[in-house]
């Protein structure tokens, strides 16, 4: 078990990596590795992130087969499915740290976004539950662009996890830029 800030330390090396177009290099297994992985999981960091294709959690942040338990739903929103998940992760496999990573040109944002300034389009109805559920957390807020939006919705998931999560976990919000590669973290 590693501590939440040199977990920390690992996932901002692995996204300089990535971003500086070096990555690649812990994203390889090979078969002595897969061996060890028989053993069990030692993930180092939660991260709860969108299903969006093109923020693949272990690429964004560099690392291996076991190095992240990756938890991703569109929208990265904190269900109690998604909240079991972490609670595994936490609690069974004591891992530290919690990242909600939010990023740039969220279609599911954009969708909430849009049903709250009533431009909403009808959805199918599991992708409704998803807006509404984002939906209810940006309506109290009163954010009504999509840059504020993105991050709004990275903070209603960190106070979600909050809730449930053990006092010796850290939960950090992040947001990744599809353009630069690059991850900001958010401020507590």
Known sequence: ??????????????????????????SRTTNRHRRELILGQQPFAVVVGCADSRVAPELVFDQGSGDLFVIRVAGNIITPTQAGSIEFATMVLNTKLVVVLGHSQCGAVRAAVDQLNAESTSLPPNLQ????????????????SVKDAEVANIRSGMEAIAEFAPEDVEILGAKYDIGTGRVEYLES
């Open 129 to 144: 539950s998803i807006v509404d559920h984002m939906c209810a957390n940006l309506s109290n807020q009163g954010i009504t």
């Open 1 to 26: 078990m590693i501590s939440a800030q040199e977990a920390l330390k690992l996932l901002k090396e692995g996204n300089k990596r990535h971003a500086s177009g070096l990555g690649g290099r812990r």
